[in-house]
């Protein structure tokens, strides 16, 4: 694995010439998976930029490749075409600490919550080296101090079933943090909660945002939900997608529940469902 | 414990007083030969009059049952872990597993006797035989159910699969595997007594066909009292392992009020 050396992941990589570094960047990657006759092509040759500490949500018609383009940046897919560049070497390397969460927050029923958002530190370096010796004491008050950013305070030595669904989905987000990536990966996150419960962890997926300054990429279908977290939203078309329209979101910060019912957000909402609604009537055959 | 439970447990306890109640009534009453059907009364009399005599076979039935078992469950562990891992492998192995699991293991001991001579030996390796089957099959499935998600999530981090075999495969698999350490150990048990009433001059099973062949009914009995209390002892001490070690997969319904 690559060795990891906080804060200095852009020297001297050509990208650090820029003013504000590239975090992830997409050159012409296309994926298609399986071979042959059966070859299904999920992602036509894309190419995106994303900078440091950007909160980039990506939506389009469902089975468009919106995962796709997360499971690149992760390094989980390698493209079929084209070039990954993550953290200003490519994916493989691993150059940039990633955080990941689903729909599916899949904690582990056999661990407290807290030793199950301590997972990542018994993984990733410089943590895992320290796990024994620090589990017990600062990894321990840093999970915490996690879950109560979340408005999870007290719930750390409780068992995952004994949590609700958004609780679990908080506990998520804090694994998806602890090691303190400089890249959050979010699938779809709340897909499963209530519109209540998904307002509220919005605001909070803001606040960690905001704190931690990680570069997000986050994959959803709710418009209202990029509109609300990201400060640029790429538009996809059908499979084999590719991004057809790409704009920043510029309402000022913090954002508010409230602030989604006027005019402006209205607006931004229905011109990125008609981006969709096109691009579910028109889908991209042949458009490699 | 609550108050359902423990009536439960009279009701059971009540059952098998009653069985032995009726079975030496059914004796009394019928006039039953000794050499037929022994009372149960004179099979306990029996059991404590010899138990000096019996305990050396006791020791060996359970000596070899529990080095044939760990053997097993080590060999089990392996092969299911290694099946499990791979769905290939799953798929490509399961028919010969199932071909050797189906063939009855009485009918290998004297195979296990032509190799090794009468005695320990055999009695090992048919309880290693009969007991590793179910504990591969259940870490293999245990292994193979993992989320896919979760396994994401630990790649992306840059975790390698034995990282990921270790904190999430193999603690997953531990319900499914005491589980079947629980009817593994009794499968053990009897094939280490099958091996030594086929072949071999110590054990509980020995004791058995000899006592049989000189018309000794209340010792026979007195031996299947013993094997008996020695498979309820040990599944009863798999399960209280079991309960320990994988309460999270079960504990779930006393928890979720609090």
């Known amino acids: 694995m690559m060795r990891m050396q906080p804060h200095s992941e852009f020297l001297g990589s050509p990208v650090s010439a820029a003013a504000v570094p590239i975090a992830i960047e997409l050159s012409d990657a296309s994926v298609t998976f399986g071979r042959g006759e059966r070859a299904v092509p999920a992602l036509s040759k894309t190419t995106l930029r994303i900078a440091d500490g950007e909160f980039v949500a990506l939506v389009g018609p469902s089975g468009c490749g919106k995962s796709t383009i997360l499971r690149l940046a992760s390094g989980l897919v390698q493209p079929t075409t084209g070039v990954v560049i993550v953290g200003g070497r490519e994916v493989a390397a691993r150059a940039l600490r990633v955080g990941m969460a689903f729909q599916n927050p899949t904690m582990l029923p056999w661990m407290t919550i807290e030793r199950n958002i301590m997972l990542p530190l018994k993984i990733v370096e410089p943590f895992r080296s320290q796990f024994r010796k620090l589990r017990k004491t600062e990894y321990r008050d840093k999970a915490n101090a996690l879950l109560e950013q979340v408005g999870?305070?007290?719930?750390?030595?409780?068992?995952?079933?004994?949590?609700?669904?958004?609780?679990?989905?908080?506990?998520?987000?804090?694994?998806?943090?602890?090691?303190?990536?400089?890249?959050?990966?979010?699938?779809?996150?709340?897909?499963?909660?209530?519109?209540?419960?998904?307002?509220?962890?919005?605001?909070?997926?803001?606040?960690?945002?905001?704190?931690?300054?990680?570069?997000?990429?986050?994959?959803?279908?709710?418009?209202?939900?990029?509109?609300?977290?990201?400060?640029?939203?790429?538009?996809?078309?059908?499979?084999?997608?590719?991004i057809v329209d790409d704009s920043e979101v510029s309402f000022s910060r913090p954002r508010t529940v409230a602030m989604t019912f006027e005019p402006d957000f209205v607006a931004l909402n229905q011109k990125l469902r008609g981006f969709i609604v096109d691009a579910r009537s028109a889908p991209a055959e042949g458009a490699i | 414990m609550t108050g359902r439970d423990v009536r439960q447990k009279a009701w059971s306890a009540a059952l098998i007083v009653l069985f032995f109640v009726a079975w030496e009534l059914f004796c009394v009453m019928s006039g039953m030969s000794d050499l037929v059907l022994p009372r149960p009364s004179e099979v306990f009399v029996t059991l404590y009059q010899k138990f000096p005599l019996l305990w050396p076979h006791i020791l060996q039935t359970l000596a070899t049952t529990m080095i044939g078992f760990v053997l097993g469950v080590g060999l089990g562990v392996v092969l299911g872990a290694v099946i499990g891992v791979s769905k290939t492998a799953y798929d490509t192995a399961y028919p010969l597993l199932v071909g050797f699991s189906s063939i009855p293991k009485v009918a290998v001991v004297p195979i296990f006797v032509l190799w090794f001579g009468s005695g320990s030996v055999p009695a090992v390796l048919t309880a290693l035989s009969i007991c590793f089957f179910p504990i591969v099959v259940n870490i293999a499935t245990g292994l193979a159910t993992t989320?896919?998600?979760?396994?994401?999530?630990?790649?992306?981090?840059?975790?390698?699969?034995?990282?990921?075999?270790?904190?999430?495969?193999?603690?997953?698999?531990?319900?499914?595997?005491?589980?079947?350490?629980?009817?593994?150990?009794?499968?053990?048990?009897?094939?280490?007594?099958?091996?030594?009433?086929?072949?071999?001059?110590?054990?509980?099973?020995?004791?058995?066909?000899?006592?049989?062949?000189?018309f000794n009914v209340p010792l026979v009995f007195a031996g299947l009292f013993v094997l008996a209390g020695l498979g309820v002892a040990l599944y009863v001490i798999f399960s209280l392992i079991e309960g320990r070690v994988t309460g999270w997969a079960t504990r779930k319904n006393d928890l979720i009020a609090t």
């Open chain 1, 152 to 242: 999870l305070k007290g719930f750390g030595n409780r068992f995952p079933w004994q949590l609700s669904g958004g609780m679990l989905q908080r506990a998520n987000l804090c694994r998806a943090l602890i090691h303190e990536p400089r890249m959050l990966l979010l699938d779809e996150p709340f897909g499963a909660l209530d519109q209540f419960t998904r307002e509220e962890l919005w605001s909070i997926l803001q606040d960690l945002w905001m704190t931690h300054k990680a570069t997000v990429l986050l994959v959803t279908h709710d418009l209202r939900e990029a509109a609300f977290l990201a400060s640029r939203i790429c538009v996809m078309s059908a499979r084999p997608g590719r």
């Open chain 2, 147 to 214: 989320e896919p998600e979760l396994e994401d999530v630990l790649k992306a981090l840059g975790a390698s699969k034995f990282d990921i075999l270790w904190n999430v495969g193999l603690p997953r698999t531990m319900p499914f595997f005491f589980a079947s350490l629980k009817v593994a150990v009794s499968y053990a048990f009897v094939g280490a007594v099958l091996s030594e009433t086929v072949a071999s001059n110590r054990g509980i099973g020995n004791v058995m066909i000899t006592a049989s062949s000189n």
